[in-house]
Nanobody, 122 residues
Framework: QVQLVESGGGLVQAGGSLRLSCAAS????????MGWFRQAPGTEREFLAA????????YYADSVKGRFTTSRDNAKSTVYLQMNSLKPGDTAVYYC???????????????WGQGTQVTVSS
């Protein structure tokens, strides 16, 4: 089992920045891939970024490439999503997830955080 707790969401004006955190605990070695997703009302869950607990690999969806950056702090078992140049279209509930495969599909991730709301005002 892996437990994920997110924090850092909130209300920000367009063009602003936020940093989300996802603290992991439990059997994180069994789920070496951490993904970030978001879901706006009436839409499907959208992949944003992925990072491994080891190595330097990251991967980004085209919709956020160049604006969002994911990183990790292994000592704190925490991954981050730095979001810059935010737009109203980025408004959604943001989730972190843990899985075994390097993939963009939400169904392939085994554990999910509770989600944190990000609202970008125009």
């Amino acid at each position: 089992q892996v437990q994920l707790v997110e924090s850092g969401g909130g209300l920000v004006q367009a063009g602003g920045s936020l940093r989300l955190s996802c603290a992991a605990s439990g059997r994180t070695l069994s789920s070496p891939v951490m993904g970030w997703f978001r879901q706006a009302p009436g839409t499907e869950r959208e992949f944003l970024a992925a990072i491994r607990w080891s190595g330097s690999s990251t991967y980004y969806a085209d919709s956020v490439k160049g604006r969002f950056t994911t990183s990790r702090d292994n000592a704190k078992s925490t991954v981050y999503l730095q979001m810059n140049s935010l737009k109203p279209g980025d408004t959604a509930v943001y989730y972190c997830a843990a899985g075994r495969r390097w993939t963009v599909g939400p169904d392939d991730y085994d554990y999910w955080g509770q989600g944190t709301q990000v609202t970008v005002s125009s």
